[in-house]
Nanobody, 126 residues
């Protein structure tokens, strides 16, 4: 049973930083995709960043490129999202996800991901 658990959310003022963590358990795959998504109230789920465990290649949405950094700790089976220069529009529930099977879908497409965490709330005040 695959389980993803996020942590590190909270409240911060505009311009501040947060680091989200996601721990993965219950899988046996060595190469797969991790990703971070977010969903603000009344909006769809947005793919932010992804990383492939095989070679560490990362992709980012334009909305967070240059501000957010995704990284992984393969030994700890964890993925992180360092978020800098946060703005009120970054307020959302943040989710991590894992995709263990190959597909032609974009690594930032939520349809690619079969396993999801429950999310962690990030609130940015002005």
């Amino acid at each position: 049973q695959v389980e993803l658990v996020e942590s590190g959310g909270g409240s911060v003022q505009a311009g501040g930083s947060l680091r989200l963590s996601c721990a993965l358990s219950g899988h046996t795959y060595s190469h797969f995709y991790w990703a971070w998504f977010r969903q603000a109230p009344g909006k769809g789920r947005e793919g932010l960043a992804s990383i492939y465990t095989g070679d560490g290649r990362a992709d980012y949405a334009d909305s967070v490129k240059g501000r957010f950094t995704i990284s992984q700790d393969f030994v700890k089976k964890a993925v992180y999202l360092q978020m800098n220069s946060l703005q009120p529009e970054d307020t959302a529930m943040y989710y991590c996800a894992a995709a263990f099977h190959w597909t032609s879908l974009s690594s930032l497409s939520q349809e690619r991901y079969s396993d999801w965490g429950r999310g962690t709330q990030v609130t940015v005040s002005s």
